[in-house]
């Protein structure tokens, strides 16, 4: 028989929410032996953005121990020991087959047993296949997806064997781009296939996705858009086309809601003493009074935080504010880097200078909605220039006139 057990607290899925949990728990007051994180990774929570950046980046390879979380957000570094001074159990390599949550109880794929009291989901998602669409072929060699560290490193492999060879990039989105750039920075020719007429069509205007597709175009990228059936010689496949939450071992245990676990303003699912965070909750986004699942880290980290202080809080019989999230995305590529507050919805007008020649590109986009600004992108921008377009996306300030908004550009924001 397989041993059992138990703990106060358990964590399911070892990644950026996990890691950022661990740490507020620690903030708080953990007794040894209260807490395991339960992961299928073979190392402890790191910062996942690394991953499709510096990790893939041969000349200058960024390695872990270097981006455990906390570092991304500027915090400590949680190395294995850091889990052992703090009395949490780590029990990496071991994946969650079956989740029982009227019985309290997880099961490994090795039968191990776990019973917790408090559990947080954070699994994470998943990428999302060829095979998914039926694609021909989608089992060959030498297609590379990127999700965790061990597909980071198989393509860092097959990047050197490959050496200065061809990379098609299939999507379009997040990795598409950052990839692509990693790609071209390590001397592959690369090309890009993606069906929508523009990039990261989720995000961006047309504008907005000029510049890039310019800039890209500039650094020698073959970008192909549409379906044109036409056949293109690859060495290495990188498929990036999208993300799913992974919540296969609460089906019809937790109520679900737009593809996620469907949570309140302080993660608890529709299971007593059972959070969701992170890519996989499905929360009140409380400036727009809307459900909304967000798949990127800021929110990630957030998550994680707010439900360990509720946790904690309803322990000694307190509550806590309600989340209150401001939805933050973020990407770098070449010398790129754009920050996005808010809602991109409503209205648009694009600001600056937008030439992909430029030597110094800084331009960015306002989203207006019923007379307000309600969400800023900015490419190039320093530090105090994105706390700007934050505070605004915050605040929402009244645009009186669409075409002054765009004369002003950032001294829009600047002001506020
Ligand atoms: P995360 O995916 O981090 O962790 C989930 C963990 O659960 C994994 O360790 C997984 O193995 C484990 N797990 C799943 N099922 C399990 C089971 N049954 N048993 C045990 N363990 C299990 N965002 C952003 O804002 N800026 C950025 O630049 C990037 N860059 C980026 C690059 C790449 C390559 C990826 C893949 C993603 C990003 N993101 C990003 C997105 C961001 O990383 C993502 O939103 C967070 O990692 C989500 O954190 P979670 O903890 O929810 O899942
Ligand atoms: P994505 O949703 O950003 O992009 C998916 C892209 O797939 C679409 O834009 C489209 O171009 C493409 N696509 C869809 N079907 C296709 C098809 N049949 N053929 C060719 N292209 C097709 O997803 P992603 O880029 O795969 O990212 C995966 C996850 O990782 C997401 O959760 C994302 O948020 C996260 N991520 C985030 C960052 C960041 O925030 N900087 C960076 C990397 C990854």
Known sequence: MAEEKSFKYVIVGGGVAAGYAAREFSKQGLKPGELAIISREPVPPYERPALSKGYI?????????????????GGEKQFPQWYKDNGIELLLDTEIVKADLAAKTLISGTGQVFKYQTLIAATGSSVTRLSDFGVEGADAKNIFYLRELLDADELVTAMNVKANGKAVVVGGGYIGLELSSALKVNNMEVTMVYPEPWCMPR????????FYEGFYANKGINIVKGTDGRTLEADIVIVGVGARPIISL?????????????TDAFFRTSVPDVYAVGDIATFPMKLYNEMRRVEHVDHARKSAEQAVKAIKAAEEGNSIPE????????????????????????????????????????FGSFWIKDGKLI??????????????????????????SVEVLAKEGLSFVSNI
């Open 57 to 73: 980046n041969l000349e200058n390879k960024a390695s872990l121990p270097g981006f455990y979380v906390c570092a991304g957000s």
């Open 203 to 210: 995000l961006f205007t047309a504008g907005i996705a000029s």
């Open 250 to 262: 609460f089906k019809g245990q937790v109520d679900e809601e737009k593809g996620g676990l469907k």
């Open 323 to 362: 989340y209150d999230y401001l939805p933050y995305f973020y990407s770098r590529a070449f010398t790129l880097s754009w920050q996005f507050y808010g809602d991109n919805v409503g209205e648009t007008v694009l600001f600056g200078d937008n030439d992909p020649t430029s030597a110094k590109p800084k």
């Open 375 to 400: 969400g800023a992108f900015l490419e190039g921008g320093s530090p105090d220039e994105n706390k700007a377009i934050a505070k605004a996306a915050r605040e929402q300030p009244v645009v009186e």
